[in-house]
């Protein structure tokens, strides 16, 4: 069945190429792929060599300078327009495994391919299913033994968390709940080799895959180096010596590369970003003043543009009742992989197709986007009976009903599914593929009608600004806050003192000091001259005598000024600023 919205060759594509077994290498190097660029176009054969694939395509990226990377999708766009346009972070593993078209292929069929399992019965896409937001809509994964895919999956122990989608994983600096995997390459050992998810044995893997002609030409294809060593071998002794090139390693960097193609960038949200400002409807923009307020203060762990930061946090989320009344131990999250980590804290997961990956948190506790709003401004789990530590960002504040739909709402905009894979209608090894699953989900999209009915209608205070102001604690970082903003917005900053180095690269920031009790922020330890610190609302001399405090009321507006070091870059005491 065709996967409508999907990219990606068929593997039926593929069928007649077995008779290129019998040909030379040369002969073999040339085979036939189809990619279609989006989902929305036809797909046509391209012929690809191995040795250059500068003439094929892999959705999503450009190739230059000889590589691969991702296409950025807010370059050549203009900032101004709507001021929330920032670059995606390098995406790291590149140069350890570079991506190739032939590589991105043979992922795609091993992704779907139950070979890996050490039953044969369950793929990777059983739990990351592209019809359920690549993850399996269920609040605990069910690994080995069941029957199934997604909510319906029954006959198997569940797992200790749910599924992760793995939409823009390729992003993140680490893999997994816990973070314990640093790479998708290094990720994959855990699902493939624990006993009680996939079970696999890397050696009767590769053993099942050498035994299988279409997968020794295929990852010749996409591993050419070892298989260059054999040229001219076309006989039944020369295709032997060519599954050298399967290996337990391949296997993984090729479903690593598959994965670094499923990227989300291109949602209501992203259009806007991009200088489309109806892109989004009213309530979507409220929302997004909500999620970047002082008031509810999402922006400050979900960050723009792959709406994470990485870091592992404490909400509190309470226990599932089944488990606590089965006695299960808690799950104490990164303390179990890390000294340094704390009890019960998890990675702060992107919010890239969320409203697709329902139910939510570790342990798949809420079910739907409004039963986490209303967790959050209930202050997550910090004033439920013996709260763990829960991290100072969790606070209670207050929204009416309209404002939670509006927040909901600018959620849903983060859709994107442009790129999402094509199920294949097999595989090489013969074995049953996951098929397609009719959620209803794309209702979860909605346009928001009630809320642009109700017209634009400010922050849950009356105010209607569209920008806000962030925050900084002594112990909390300015540069961290100065990342989240965007022109207009003010960052304030509280009494204490604070390191650099800092670096303003936002035109119309506010940078402003706070006097509480005679007591000022002091950033560094000295002043040096510069040209571009401008006091609005205070003079110089409400700096201190060194220059490095920030008074009541100095307000710095900067385009690309530098705080070197531990010093602040501006005037001396007792000078205009030009």
């Not at 089965?326 to 890390?338: K, Q």
Request: proline share 7%; with cysteine.
């Amino acid at each position: 069945m065709e996967h409508k919205d999907c990219i990606g060759p068929d593997a039926n594509l593929f069928g007649g190429v077995r008779r290129a077994l019998a040909m030379t290498f040369a002969a073999v190097l040339v085979s036939i792929f189809a990619w279609p660029v989006r989902a929305e176009q036809t797909a046509s054969a391209t012929q690809i060599d191995s040795r250059s694939d500068s003439i094929a395509e892999i959705p999503g990226f450009v190739y230059e300078d000889g590589r691969w990377t991702p296409n950025g999708p807010y370059e050549g766009t203009a900032r101004a327009g709507s001021g929330v346009a920032k670059p995606f972070p390098a995406m790291p593993g590149l140069d350890a495994n570079p991506l190739t078209p032939a590589k991105v292929e043979l992922g795609r069929l091993l992704f779907f391919d139950p070979i890996l399992s050490g039953d044969n019965r369950d793929s990777c896409a059983t739990c990351h299913h592209p019809d359920l937001g690549l993850a399996d809509a269920r609040p605990l994964s069910m690994g080995l033994g069941a029957n199934g895919v997604g909510p319906e999956r029954t006959g198997g122990a569940e797992l200790r968390r749910n599924a992760p989608t793995i939409w823009n994983a390729a992003f993140a600096g680490s893999q997994f709940w816990d973070g314990r995997a640093a790479t998708l390459e290094e990720q994959l050992d855990g699902p493939l080799l624990d006993a009680s998810e996939m079970n696999a044995d890397p050696a009767e893997i590769v053993r099942e895959l050498k035994a299988i002609p279409e997968y020794v030409r295929l990852f010749g294809l996409a591993f050419p180096d070892a298989l260059a060593h054999r040229m001219g071998a076309a006989d039944e002794a020369g295709a032997a010596k060519r599954t050298g090139t399967i290996s337990f390693d391949n296997v993984k960097k090729a479903l690593a590369s598959f994965e670094r193609t499923l990227i989300s960038a291109d949602s209501k949200f992203d259009q806007y970003a991009a200088g489309d400002l109806d892109a989004m409807d009213a309530s979507e923009k409220k929302g997004m003043r909500l999620f970047r307020s002082l008031h509810a203060r999402c922006f400050e762990c979900h960050i723009l543009p792959t709406f994470t930061d990485g870091t592992f946090r404490i909400l509190g989320v309470p226990e599932l009742a089944s488990r606590e009344a089965s006695g299960t131990p808690p799950d104490l999250g990164r303390f179990e992989v890390s000294s340094s980590g704390r009890e019960k804290s998890f990675r702060v997961p992107s919010l890239r197709n969320v409203a697709r990956t329902a139910p939510y948190m570790h342990n798949g506790r809420f079910a739907t986007l409004r039963e986490v709003v209303d967790f959050y401004t209930e202050g997550g789990g910090r004033y439920k009976p013996a709260p763990p530590k829960v991290d100072n960002k969790i606070q209670r504040f207050e929204l009416d009903d309209a404002d939670k739909e509006a927040l909901v709402a600018f959620l849903e905009a983060l859709t994107d599914e442009s790129l999402a894979p094509q199920i294949p209608a097999s595989v090489p090894s013969g074995l049953a593929v996951v098929g397609r699953i009719e959620t209803g989900a794309e209702a979860l999209v909605s346009s928001a009608d009630a809320g642009a009915e109700a017209g634009d209608e400010g922050v849950g205070n009356g105010s209607e600004a569209t920008n806000v102001v962030f925050r900084v604690y002594p112990g909390q970082s300015i540069q961290a806050m100065i990342d989240r903003a965007i022109p207009g917005d003010t960052v304030e900053v509280m009494p204490g003192d604070y390191a650099g180095p800092v670096t303003v690269g936002v035109d119309g920031l506010s940078l402003l000091g706070l006097e509480i009790g005679g007591q000022r922020p002091v950033i560094g330890s000295g002043a040096t001259p510069g040209s571009e610190v401008r006091p609005g609302a205070a003079e110089p001399e409400d700096m201190d005598d060194s220059g490095g405090a920030l008074g009541q009321g100095v307000r710095v507006r900067a385009a690309d000024l530098r705080f070197e070091g531990f010093e602040i870059v501006g005037p001396e005491p007792g000078e205009s600023a030009p």
